[in-house]
């Protein structure tokens, strides 16, 4: 088993290194790649990834640049691509989500009871930082519109921690290029394959340290959006 760990890059050259760090040292049980997509970088973060390839070059780590900033969404259609593992997992370049919940991600998967496993932050008794009433509460509204769609019943479809399959996303066209991946994804993988296979979704709580914009965070209220079009369009469109 090999673990593809996809990893957007947008200005983090304060947290990518230490991001970097964490990701290397969690021992997951099977062999790990590291794929970096920097999405236009601006802040210095470009200057970062000699750096990483002199500090730890016994790791599989590939670097794409893209051009210009795209949005999420692209660079993790980029990331697929790249990607040779078993087992797919999203992972921020910043330091809200922590790698050390890898093992309860993954474990329904290496237990054969899951393909898509999703980390919910309002799930479970991990340590989380109190703060941002109103992006919890964009989040779930956004959440329940999700479920309406799909009829599963996540509590945390935006999440950055996704965790699935290859085969999940082998056939799949990805098109939506910032965070309104998030509803667009769950509305495909909701559905069957073109086999007729029925994922099986599954979520488990994580532990998770937000930030404020002010610490360099990068959603608004403004992506909720595109979040709510991506909904009804991969809900009645496809």
Not at 76 to 94: H, K, N, P, S, V
Not at 126 to 150: I, K, P
Not at 152 to 162: A, P, R, S, V, W
């Amino acid at each position: 088993m090999r673990l593809s760990i996809i990893i957007p890059v947008y200005n983090e050259a304060d947290t990518l290194e230490e991001i970097l760090g964490r990701v290397i040292a969690v021992d997951v049980g099977m062999e790990k790649q590291l794929v970096l997509i920097d999405d236009g970088s601006k802040d210095g973060t470009r200057e970062v990834y000699p750096k990483l390839k002199e500090r730890w070059p016994e790791v599989d780590m590939s670097i794409k640049l893209m051009d210009v900033n795209r949005g999420k969404g692209a660079a993790l259609r980029e990331g697929f691509a790249m990607a040779t593992g078993d087992i797919l997992l999203i992972q921020d370049a910043d330091l809200e989500y922590n790698p050390e919940d890898y093992g309860i991600l993954l474990k329904p998967l290496t237990d054969d009871i899951a393909d898509v496993v999703y980390g919910s932050r309002f799930r479970g008794g991990a340590a989380h930082r109190v703060d941002r009433f109103w992006h919890m509460v964009g989040n779930r509204f956004v959440t329940l519109l999700s479920n309406m769609a799909t009829d599963l019943n996540l509590t945390d479809m935006e999440t950055c921690y996704k965790v699935f399959r290859r085969e999940v996303i082998d056939g799949v066209k990805f098109r939506c290029n910032r965070f309104d991946f998030e509803p667009e994804f769950t509305a495909k993988v909701a559905r069957p394959s073109k086999s007729g296979q029925h994922w099986r979704v599954y979520e488990v709580g994580i532990s998770y340290a937000g930030r404020s914009h002010d610490e360099g965070k990068k959603i608004s209220w403004l992506d909720g959006f595109p979040a709510l079009w991506a909904i009804i369009k991969y809900r009645f469109l496809g």
